[in-house]
């Protein structure tokens, strides 16, 4: 892969297409009665043929406004509009004067119009009302069968990565509503993926608030941002949606369906998918998001894997998923919301693994090498309500119960040798596992919000409620052998029946008290913590004589009960305004941590002492500060102070020797971790320039850090403890900069650029020898995407990153790892029912060892074809094009550097098919036949 010669190529082409003419318009927006500045009105220079957008801006607190860009045209026309105000029309002459400045337009005011809606039959491209930043979907042009996610590539300030996750003007996206309400639970990129640009009517952007929040009147998160998708009342009865379904060589299939039934307030939707492709199954061919990720996905443990939070079964293994769900929505008055989903997700996954570790001591390195074959199943159902009743204008309360249930059943089998630095064999293992487990898990919130007064105070109440269950049982043959002075072998055929309850309440007390009428509060609040914990792993020999599992080990086995209860009370300060938004808060913690052995002998009397009770009082901090400096530049900064208290496991003196080589035991005499936190940022889009910028950092000092303080003998055999150190901190920032170019009506180059450092300071023990280790690592990146429209799009990406790990003590050896990765994208629209796309990386790792792959070229490419009026696609796809796809890497720790490789999806082809339908009509209207043209 030649980058230079890649972006040669786009620069040629740029050159060359680049031959419409520049132009720029300036004027001032004013009041016509009172001379006043408009700002933040829209501004669109238009074609005269169509009103399609060339460019457009808003206008900044002066009322004025630039645009400027490349138009082969000689006239357009330019529209203004602004909330409250009649819109204002002008032809605009460049055939003479490429730079023209219009003066003083005065607007007047709108008599007619209602609150925030414009009386005027052609929207604005973009309007700004108060909070909310809304898109006019009909202004962005996009192909005819563009989802969601086509539209808000075409967004001027939006960014949508390859996994779907969505910024906006620099800001991530963390929720999508249709209609104000959540579209299929929490998961984004089934909307965005699933819905078409011609639902669409309005895509609004706003800061992300809870429903107590927007009824009270919060400012919501202004670092994260929330998109309400408004389907115009004409196409709000009907259905809608999609099925597909392909099949490839070596077996591969896939199959998917969602389909959508709105009626007004009521909605309903169903899908359904599988696939063993190690895709997610929601995106009916398209091959970004279809191939989705299976260089980079790690399997679970029970064979699952997660997208956007939630779970699929995806790995790095080979992965056969299958998965169904429903969504129901509804009102019932202007009172009473209801929403409710399930989903089921299962999978069956096969990986094998070969790992090459140095495990680095200080007097000592040892070389581990293994391998591990993993065969698991698991079925997974999930189900959530949602019910939120306003029983006044002051009062309202929501309830949203959760439930969860998933069985797995885990099949292993592997062996290790571990070898001094002279190459002796100082121990060897094997082991077959199987593990059978279920789980339950119920959970409740409730909330409950009364606002008083008309200057923004409230008290509200939460509730949580959380029991989960889990129940196990494994069974394990093993075989250890020891060498050295000392040999030793060990020779395990157990079962261990496993039961393990985590149950636990949760309640908080709000009362904000208004100083300055819904700008300045007092807040104080009281949480209480009770959670309460048994975990039961009782462990029986194998008897040959009676053939069964009955003889139990009480070393290996534990009944232990623990609790953890707090109580935190809290005051802050809390100040709202446009401009500014800050807040500072102090609390106290008061935790008590407890722990009982429950297991006894035959004769009812205490197998061992390893109770323990442990009281912790913390002081807990945090302020925050927002300044937004105009509608395009916000700066914020924080700090934090957080206590943690020691987890029960590594407070528990109890001696876990499960593992007979690497034995662990905690430590009741630890204290609680200590951190401050500060952190910073700013962002800026500029609406004229459409460049945007956005920087963070921060840095984590920490005491008493909990780490693992770790043995090892002459034969490798291992002993872990918990202590605490002093001295760890972590240091972070990440610049990105973008910024579009247009070259003319058709043509458009967008630039982005980012680089991320971090510095990392960890403190750790070897024996009786502690260390320190500072890791630095450093990655910029270039991304280029010059797109023709109606032609075709190109996207070159580069990315290098550089690591490096120095030690304070002479027996470790500093190490270097730099990685390089190319990408190029490619897709063309030409004929326009005809759609080639293709995705080539480039991984370079010189790092890894002899006998581990260290580069590789990944290639996917797809043809699709269009036809019934956009409404069926026919793709040919081909998975690893050069069948070289790779999951070679190293690792690298301050104990230990390793080479892992494991199994990965190969090439394949595959021929798909997907039909969408839609008889979405006018509001309380469907047609005769039930479908639409």
């Known amino acids: ?274 696939n063993n492709i190690n895709s997610p199954g929601f995106s009916f061919g398209e091959i970004e998001k279809m191939f989705g990720n299976a260089s980079y996905i790690s399997i679970s443990d029970n064979g699952g894997f997660n997208v956007g939070g939630r779970s699929f079964g995806m790995g790095d293994g080979i992965v056969n998923s299958r998965n169904a769900g429903m969504n129901f929505a509804n009102d019932f008055g202007e009172k009473i919301e209801t929403s409710a989903d399930y989903f089921y997700s299962g999978a069956n996954s096969f990986e094998e693994t070969e790992r090459v570790r140095e495990n680095i001591l200080p007097q000592n390195r040892f070389l581990s090498t293994s391998n591990s074959r993993r065969d698991a199943e698991t079925d997974n159902h999930t189900a959530n309500l949602r019910f939120q009743t306003k029983i006044d204008s002051t009062l309202m309360v929501e309830i949203l119960p959760s439930f969860e249930y998933s069985e797995g059943l885990n099949q292993s089998s592997g062996s290790s040798l571990t070898r001094n630095a002279s190459g002796d064999l100082v121990n060897e293992s094997s082991y077959d596992n199987s593990n059978d487990r279920q789980s339950r898990n119920f959970g409740n919130r409730l909330t409950a919000t009364k606002r008083y007064g008309n200057k923004g105070g409230f008290i509200r109440l939460n509730g949580n409620l959380q029991l989960d269950e889990t129940q196990s049982a494994d069974f394990t043959d093993s075989e250890t052998e020891v060498y050295g002075d000392e040999p030793n072998t060990i020779l395990r055929n157990q079962f261990t029946d496993g039961d393990n309850n985590n149950n636990s309440i949760t309640t908080n007390l709000t009362w904000r008290i208004p100083l300055i009428a819904k700008k300045l509060f007092i807040e104080s609040e009281y949480e209480f913590v009770n959670q309460n914990r048994t975990n039961t792993q009782l462990v029986y020999d194998f008897d040959g004589n009676t053939q069964s599992y009955d003889q139990l080990v009480e070393i290996q086995s534990t009944d232990f009960e623990s609790t953890n209860r707090s109580h935190k009370p809290q005051l802050g300060l809390t100040y709202n305004s446009k401009k500014i938004r800050a807040s500072v808060r102090a609390a106290y913690v008061n935790r008590k941590l407890t722990g009982e052995d429950l297991l006894t002998d035959i004769n009812e009397n205490r197998v061992r002492d390893i109770d323990f009770e442990n009281d912790f009082d913390a002081l807990e901090a945090s302020s925050y500060i927002n300044f937004n400096i105009s509608q395009k530049f916000s700066f914020w900064t924080s700090y934090n102070l957080r206590n943690d208290a020691p987890d029960v496991r590594q407070l528990s003196p109890y001696l876990d020797v499960s593992d007979p080589i690497n034995t662990l035991q905690g430590n009741p005499n630890l204290s609680p971790t ?212 790779t999951n070679a890497r190293r690792n690298a720790t301050q104990s230990y550097i390793e080479d892992v490789q494991s199994t990965v999806l190969q090439q394949y082809f595959m021929l798909s098919f997907s039909y969408k339908f839609n008889t979405l009509g006018k509001k309380g209207e469907v047609s005769e036949n039930g479908w639409w043209d």
Do not use: C
């Not at 400027?68 to 029309?89: H, I």
């Open 1 to 274: 892969m030649n980058i230079r010669f890649l972006l040669s190529l786009i620069l040629g082409l740029l050159s060359f297409f680049s031959y419409s003419q520049d132009f720029t318009i300036t004027g001032r927006l004013v009041d016509q009665e009172q001379k006043t500045p408009l700002e933040a009105a829209t501004v669109v220079l238009e074609t005269l043929k169509d009103s399609t957008m060339i460019t457009y801006t808003i206008t900044d607190r002066k009322g004025e406004f630039k645009l400027n860009s490349k138009v082969n045209l000689n006239q357009a026309n330019l529209f203004v509009t602004f909330v409250g105000y009649q819109s204002y029309e002008q032809r605009i002459d460049l055939s003479k004067n490429r730079t023209q400045n219009l003066g003083d337009i005065a607007l007047e005011f709108q008599v007619e119009s209602l609150g925030d809606v414009v009386v005027k039959g052609r929207a604005a491209p973009v309007v700004i009302k108060q909070d909310t930043l809304e898109f006019n979907a009909a202004s962005f042009k996009t192909n005819p069968d563009a989802t969601l996610e086509d539209l808000l590539k075409e967004l001027p300030g939006a960014e949508v990565d390859a996994d779907g996750n969505i910024r906006i003007n620099g800001k991530p996206v963390s929720n999508i509503l249709v209609n104000g309400k959540p579209f299929f639970g929490d998961d984004p990129t089934i909307a965005t993926r699933n819905l078409t640009k011609e639902l669409i009517n309005k895509i609004q952007v706003v800061d992300t608030k809870t429903e107590s929040e927007e009824f009270t009147g919060e400012a919501g998160d202004s670092e994260n941002k929330t998109i309400n998708i408004t389907i115009d009342e004409d196409k709000n009865k009907g259905m809608f949606g999609r099925v597909a379904a392909g099949g490839g060589t070596d077996d591969r299939f896939e199959y998917a369906g969602i389909g959508n039934y709105f009626d007004n307030d009521l909605r309903f939707s169903l899908l359904g998918s599988g």
């Open 674 to 885: 200590n951190s401050h936190r500060v952190g910073l940022g700013a962002n800026n889009y500029d609406w004229e320039k459409r460049t945007g910028f956005y920087v963070y950092a921060g840095v984590t000092m920490t005491n008493d850090q909990i780490v693992n303080r770790t043995t090892v003998d002459d034969n490798f055999v291992r002993e872990t403890t918990f202590v605490n150190v002093d001295g760890v901190y972590d240091a972070y920032a990440n610049m990105s900069y973008n910024k579009d170019f247009k070259l003319d009506s058709l043509k458009t180059l967008k630039v982005e650029t980012r680089v991320y450092g971090r510095i990392d300071r960890f403190v750790n023990f070897f024996n009786e020898d502690q260390y320190a280790s500072i890791t630095k690592r450093i990655g910029p990146s270039l991304g280029l995407r010059f797109t023709w429209t109606d032609w075709f799009e190109l996207r070159p990406e580069y990315s290098i990153e550089f690591n490096r790990t120095n030690f304070n003590r002479d027996f470790f050896d500093g190490q270097r790892f730099t990685q390089h990765n190319a990408r190029l994208r490619t897709t063309t629209f030409f004929p326009e029912w005809l759609t080639w796309e293709n995705d080539i990386r480039y991984i370079y790792n010189p790092n890894v060892g002899a006998g581990f792959q260290g580069n590789a070229v990944f290639w996917n490419s797809s043809l699709a074809y269009s036809f019934i009026n956009d409404k069926a696609l026919i793709t040919f796809k081909v998975y690893d094009l050069l069948d070289q796809n």
